[in-house]
Nanobody, 117 residues
């Protein structure tokens, strides 16, 4: 059974950094990180294709970096210069499968990121 397991959230002061991880039990193809703050709609933060191309929301550009370790079936979201408005539950969403044709879309369980002094 395919699972996406997230880790790395927590409490950090403004200006600090966190790295989120999202580990899968199969190959990860396209992956997206979303976040949802209380009372807000879910927001797409970053995307990485299976070929490595990336895209970021304007609100996180130049502060967040999405990356992947294919050998570990793991993707990361490095978050620097964190701001209070980055506080949210962060979700990993990925196409995962043994092969490209067998891939399915999965969600991680979410991890809380709180930026506060």
């Amino acid at each position: 059974q395919v699972q996406l397991v997230e880790s790395g959230g927590g409490l950090v002061q403004p200006g600090g950094s966190l790295r989120l991880s999202c580990a899968a039990t199969r190959t990860i193809f396209t992956v997206r990180w979303y976040r949802q703050a209380p009372g807000e709609e879910r927001e797409l933060v970053a995307t990485m294709s299976q070929f490595g191309s990336t895209n970021y929301a304007d609100s996180v550009k130049d502060r967040f970096t999405i990356s992947r370790d294919n050998a570990k079936n793991t993707v990361y979201l490095q978050m620097n210069s964190l701001k209070p408005e980055d506080t949210a539950v962060y979700y990993c969403n990925a196409e995962v499968g043994s092969t490209y044709l067998e891939r399915r879309n999965y969600w991680g369980q979410g991890t809380q990121v709180t930026v506060s002094s």
